[in-house]
């Protein structure tokens, strides 16, 4: 069984809070991966963060930040949900600006689903995750940018901009891949940070030896 793409939904308030909430559209099934891309925007010193949501669910994080000066971007998932209306929770170590990014994903393992995961940070306007490794190539691929310098982006064509890109942060999915890295091609110059992770199909569990 491929993952295939549900839903997604983005926030970029881009105000400074100690915490903030983000509801998918519609019910998620059971079963789903949920993935939050979240953007920290440091005041004075990189953050970082907690994500839960309103069916209980406390995400794990995929790897560890890229991070660029005071600014980070991270990933977080949880697998095998329970269905139901759901609202995302992210809470910071400290007072920050927040850009989150939520999505819903069918068809990945319940169980052991991270595969791995892949950082990256530069200044410029090619912002490139890094390979990240696909045991399969049925493997999904979420990748996230953050850049302070705005504008607009856009991602090279294996990939789809699922959120699109708004106050410099915006995140892409390749949902059939082998190792594979995103390349976000920006319109302005800026430190930016990128990060991918990779998940596993429910295939990877029906047919390990």
Do not use: K
Not at 33 to 58: E, M
Not at 90 to 106: F, K, M
Request: contains cysteine; hydrophobic residues 40%.
């Amino acid at each position: 069984m491929s993952i295939a793409y549900v839903q997604s939904r983005l926030s970029v308030t881009g105000v400074v809070t100690t915490g903030q909430t983000l509801a998918y559209s519609s019910d998620v099934a059971v079963g789903s991966l949920l993935v939050v891309v979240v953007g920290i925007v440091g005041q004075g010193a990189p953050r970082t963060v907690t994500v839960t949501d309103s069916l209980g669910h406390t995400y794990t994080q995929a790897g560890s930040y890229a991070t660029n000066g005071n600014n980070s971007v991270g990933i977080f998932y949880f697998p095998g949900t329970i269905a139901g209306a759901c609202t995302v929770t992210v809470t910071p170590s400290g007072s920050t600006a927040l850009r989150i990014a939520i999505h819903e994903y069918s068809g990945a393992d319940a169980g052991s689903v991270l595969d791995s995961t892949s950082t990256n940070t530069g200044t410029g306007t090619s912002a490139t995750t890094g390979t990240v490794t696909a045991s399969m190539n049925e493997d999904l691929i979420v990748a996230g940018v953050l850049n302070p310098g705005g504008g607009t982006a856009t991602v090279d064509a294996a990939f789809t901009m699922r959120t699109g890109y708004t106050n410099g942060f915006g995140s892409a999915d390749d949902v059939s891949s082998s190792s594979a890295g995103a390349t976000f091609t920006l319109s302005a110059s800026g430190a930016w940070a990128a990060m991918g992770a990779s998940f596993l199909p429910i295939a990877a569990r029906l047919y390990a030896p």
